[in-house]
């Protein structure tokens, strides 16, 4: 079984701010990991995936995240907000070696940017 | 191309009745998933089809089904609608079974109101 915890349900960061939304995982085999951003009234959009290969993974519009193994973390960051950033931000995990494409999510967290 | 499409958007129902959610994937993606989202929640897992099989389902009660047709459309049929089955409905699309190197595309979702 897996589960995701995201520490912090509402982010609010000043305009050109460090952005830092934490993930914590748990898994009883080796995890793929995502992040997802929502924009309201939308689907989901991918930032970005771990899949064993770097740790430090690179995603869209400036994010990155680390694979933590010894944390069980995968913590989501940009080094500038930008207004255009606000939206909720999702942390998912899903099994390697899986049979299917179940993705597990966490609650979420929403992120603000302040002019 | 376009992307995941999903119909309706909006749904109104009553208590105890019947609705049938519609889901167009990618071109050329063999794999639908189906995941409810509840206001304030992340999404859950409910079904994945791959190649017209059931590869995955959820801990939903089975009033929830689903089926997906040749052409890799699928719907997500839901019977003795209860008030907690309000939630944006989210339908995604992959080309692979699995996680490993295929993205998950989500559409825009159906929000269905249960009164």
């Known amino acids: 079984a897996q589960s995701v915890t995201q520490l912090g349900s509402h982010v609010s960061v000043s305009e050109g701010a460090l952005v830092l939304l934490r993930c914590n995982y748990s898994s009883s085999v080796p995890p793929y990991l995502f992040w997802y951003v929502q924009y309201p009234n939308q689907g989901l959009q991918l930032l970005l995936k771990?899949?064993?290969?770097?740790?430090l993974v690179k995603g869209i519009n400036g994010f990155e995240a680390e694979f933590k193994k010894s944390e069980t973390s995968f913590h989501l960051t940009k080094p500038s907000a930008h207004m255009s950033d606000a939206a909720e931000y999702f942390c998912?995990?899903?099994?390697?070696?899986?049979?299917?494409?179940?993705?597990?999510f966490g609650k979420g967290t929403l992120l603000t940017v302040n002019p | 191309d376009a992307g995941v499409t999903q119909s309706p958007t909006h749904l109104i129902k009553t208590r105890g009745q019947h609705v049938t959610l519609r889901c167009s994937p990618i071109?050329?993606?063999?794999?639908v998933s189906w995941y409810q989202q509840v206001l304030g929640q992340g999404p859950q897992f409910i079904f994945q089809y791959y190649e017209k099989e059931e590869r995955g389902r959820g801990n939903f009660p089975d009033r929830f089904s689903a089926r997906q047709f040749p052409n890799y459309s699928s719907e997500l049929n839901v019977n003795a609608l209860l008030l907690g089955d309000s939630a944006l409905y989210l339908c995604?699309?992959?080309?692979?079974?699995?996680?490993?190197?295929?993205?998950?595309?989500f559409g825009n979702g159906t929000r269905l109101t249960v009164t």
């Open positions: 071109s050329g993606h063999k794999s």
């Open positions: 771990y899949t064993s290969a770097a740790t």
């Open positions: 998912a995990v899903s099994l390697q070696g899986g049979s299917n494409y179940k993705l597990t």
């Open positions: 995604a699309s992959s080309a692979d079974r699995s996680s490993y190197n295929s993205p998950l595309h």
